[in-house]
């Protein structure tokens, strides 16, 4: 007989649930998915939600024991309440989505975190920080995440929100945010944010694929706008690091493959960012998670409660 976790993973374009068993593996067909996006209403995500989470249970083996929900939501979040107000959901701002998960599973516990925390999570349990104490796990993608576990648990913070690198200020930039600052780490390093930046530089390509392409046929502009994104991203890392002494950082998400030596520029700027040892002695890997991280996160609040503060 098999235990499992409903794990569940709301972004910006999507919602995915499944079923996830204690080894951190999905159970094959069970994995649903349904649109999300900026101009849905409230009602269309509620649906979305729960037309994925319903296809992920109907999966459920007549054998098997559901032990609850692990919920990985974008940010911000509102807490450990399960309240949410993702930047991407415009139509969702203080929403309640851990009861409305919590409504599918009568009887059984529910417990939310931001996606971020939930891919540090995956990296520990089932990626490349197995074994580690003092972990940044990160995405960069269309936006940049992440999620901090010192001491051997999460960080979330008082409002849920620890973490959340893509917002944190880079030196000698001052990009505008969408989250109203300015110089985030997002809005200087993302892939869309990037491609932008190249194309100001003489850039004719609109995509992160196009990017990777001219660059690895020797374009100079889309090279360095690819440089300009790594040394942003050690950036960050080495400022992270010298606040909380991080020992490994873990990094997945689609920008992270424009260049098969991506995540060695980044290694390198966090080893030239200062004479520090504490801060440059911080190790810079690639994710060890497949797609199918973010869901195993998820399934770590369950599976993994022994991780979360
Ligand atoms: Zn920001």
């Not at 913070?157 to 930039?173: E, F, M």
Request: charged share 15%; aromatic share 4%.
């Amino acid at each position: 007989m098999t235990d499992y976790a409903l794990a569940v993973d709301l972004g910006g374009t999507k919602v995915e649930a499944a079923l996830v068993d204690s080894t951190g593996t999905l159970f094959v067909g069970s994995r649903h998915r349904r649109p999300t996006g900026l101009t849905s209403t409230s009602d269309q995500l509620a649906a979305a939600v729960v037309d994925a989470v319903q296809d992920a249970l109907a999966a459920l083996p007549a054998d098997a024991t559901l032990l609850g929900a692990g919920i990985g939501s974008a940010g911000p979040i509102a807490g450990t309440t399960g309240d949410v107000s993702p930047l991407n959901l415009a139509a969702w701002r203080n929403y309640p989505l851990g009861t409305l998960v919590a409504e599918q599973l009568p009887g059984l516990a529910v417990t939310l975190r931001m996606d971020g925390i939930c891919i540090a999570l995956a990296e520990v349990w089932r990626g490349a920080a197995q074994g580690e104490t003092n972990v940044m796990g990160m995405i960069v993608s269309t936006g940049i995440g992440g999620g901090l576990i010192l001491g051997g648990r999460v960080i979330a913070g008082p409002t849920g929100n620890a973490g959340h690198i893509g917002h944190v200020a880079v030196a000698g930039h001052d990009d505008v945010c969408a989250c109203g600052a300015r110089g985030c780490l997002e809005a200087v390093a993302s892939g869309p944010r990037t491609v932008l930046w190249a194309r100001t530089q003489g850039f004719a390509g609109e995509t992160g694929e196009q990017l990777a392409a001219a660059a690895a046929g020797g374009d100079v502009v889309a090279r360095a706008a690819i440089e300009r994104s790594a040394t942003a991203v050690g950036r960050a890392i080495a400022s992270a690091s010298a606040l909380v002494d991080l020992d490994i950082a873990a990094i997945g998400g689609g920008f992270s493959h424009v260049s098969s030596d991506y995540i060695a520029l980044v290694g390198a700027a966090v080893a030239q960012h200062s004479d520090f040892g504490f801060v440059t002695k911080t190790r810079v890997v690639a994710s060890g998670l497949s797609g199918d991280g973010p869901l195993v996160g998820a399934a770590a609040l369950v599976h993994r409660a022994d991780l979360i503060g």
